[in-house]
């Protein structure tokens, strides 16, 4: 009678842990963003379970960390997401899905926290994640105790949770691309000639109305059509690229740099004389 006591007890204990995964899957199936995606499952994951840890690890330029700007803006976030090189983490985690568990020497998965965190874990669970097939990282889950994530315990649902962030995944990076698609440039990253005439105007008022210098600059790179013909269209792009991020790094953040067509750009500088837009202009072209 006391066996079969023991298993019923079992029995509702999975049925009980199982309800808590399918509770966070519904929550997070309907979800279109990055930031509400992590940050919904996290806070799910150490609501519903009493996780004292919860964090997102993702490999470096693997496609969704170019999103991880995003992911930063979000203050529940920013201290949440670590970027770690793809060899080191497979060299903790292995090449395949299946979720590490760990509660001894716990120093070589240092190097999955967040920089700026300190962690006291005894023991912790890693359970990869993937878009399209491809492993991009991990949903992390650290306790104090050391016997929460002892190795040999069954993985079966987190693994089937962290099935289910990899089919989100797919279906917020669709969204997260069509929406980025709409204000970028697809070949530079850099805002399209619409979005930069809506800036225009709203700079232009701005200015007009306090008033501000602003100072607007149109480039054109002098022979692409040289390097299209001699090198090829791919060399063209790359240059295209070149030039667009170039730009960037050179303007102040309050700058706007957007592809106006072709081999043409625009930079929109508030707050700019046309004294200090030439000296820009000088060193970019040095």
């Known amino acids: 009678m006391s066996d079969l006591k023991t298993i019923t007890d079992i029995l509702r204990y999975n049925e009980k842990i199982a309800g808590k995964f399918f509770a966070i899957e519904k929550r997070i199936l309907t979800i279109l963003n990055y930031s509400d995606l992590f940050e919904v499952l996290l806070t799910e994951i150490r609501k519903k379970f009493k ?33 770690i090189d793809k060899d080191s983490f497979v060299a903790l985690v292995g090449p395949n899905m299946t979720p590490v568990l760990a509660n001894d020497n ?20 890693v359970a990869p994640i993937s878009l399209d097939g491809e ?40 969204h997260e691309k069509l929406r980025f698609l709409a204000y970028h440039d697809p070949l530079t990253g850099l805002l399209n000639r619409r979005v930069m005439e809506s800036v225009l105007e709203r700079e232009y008022a701005r200015s007009v109305r ?11 790179l002098d022979h692409f059509k040289r390097v299209n013909d001699i090198h090829g269209h791919d060399r063209g792009d790359d240059l295209l690229r070149y ?33 200090s837009a030439e000296l820009l202009m000088k060193r970019i072209c040095a």
Request: overall charge positive; hydrophobic content about 40%; glycine content about 4%.
């Open 210 to 220: 306090y008033p501000k210098n602003l100072s607007v600059v149109f480039v054109d």
């Open 243 to 275: 030039v667009a991020g170039s730009l960037t790094a050179m303007s102040r953040n309050t700058d706007v740099v957007a592809r106006y067509a072709g081999d043409e750009f625009v930079l929109i500088l508030p707050e700019t004389t046309k004294e």
């Open 106 to 125: 716990l120093k070589p998965f240092y190097s999955l926290f967040p920089r700026d965190k300190r962690y006291f874990i005894k023991s912790i669970a």
């Open 51 to 83: 996780v004292p840890y919860t964090w997102i690890s993702l490999i470096e330029k693997s496609e969704i960390s170019s999103f991880i700007q995003t992911l930063e803006a979000s203050e529940h976030l920013k201290h949440r997401v670590n970027i």
């Open 135 to 174: 492993l991009i990282g991990s949903l992390n889950q650290g306790d104090i105790s050391r016997k929460r994530f002892q190795p040999g315990i069954d993985t079966s649902l987190l693994e089937q949770l962290a099935v289910k962030v990899s089919l989100c995944l797919s279906n917020v990076t669709a």
